[in-house]
């Protein structure tokens, strides 16, 4: 199952990839793939035995990665944000500290 969770971060990543070149078609494309995985795994997960220790947290430290993906997406998307944070001064890696992510916080989307 983790294998799964790995597969939905890689979908993610290449989302993000083309949300940073501004391809919107290919963003949606990736957007519904991502969520037909998750619905997959959420039935699987529901449905499964619990994870052993290792692999749990594995699947948060790769659910908190889908948090960030998400929230950078939504940046790129939301012009208007870029604007706002150029006025109030504020900067993407002051925003979520030295790892350069964005900020963990709850979104809703495809994850």
């Known amino acids: 199952m983790i294998d799964s969770y790995r597969r939905v ?5 290449t989302m993000l990839e ?4 501004g391809r919107w078609d290919e963003v949606a494309v990736t957007a519904g793939a991502i969520g037909r995985l998750t619905r997959a795994l959420d039935g699987a997960r529901r ?7 290792t692999e749990e947290a594995e699947r948060v430290r790769l659910l908190a990665r889908l948090v960030r993906i998400d929230a ?3 940046q790129l998307r939301q ?10 001064d504020v900067r993407p890696a002051a925003r979520a500290g030295s790892s350069g992510h964005a900020p963990e916080e709850a979104t809703s989307g495809p994850f």
């Open 9 to 13: 971060v890689e979908n993610a990543e």
């Open 18 to 21: 083309h949300a940073r070149a």
């Open 47 to 53: 449905d499964g035995p619990a994870l052993p220790a």
């Open 72 to 74: 950078e997406v939504r």
């Open 79 to 88: 012009p208007w944000a870029r604007r706002l944070d150029a006025l109030l």
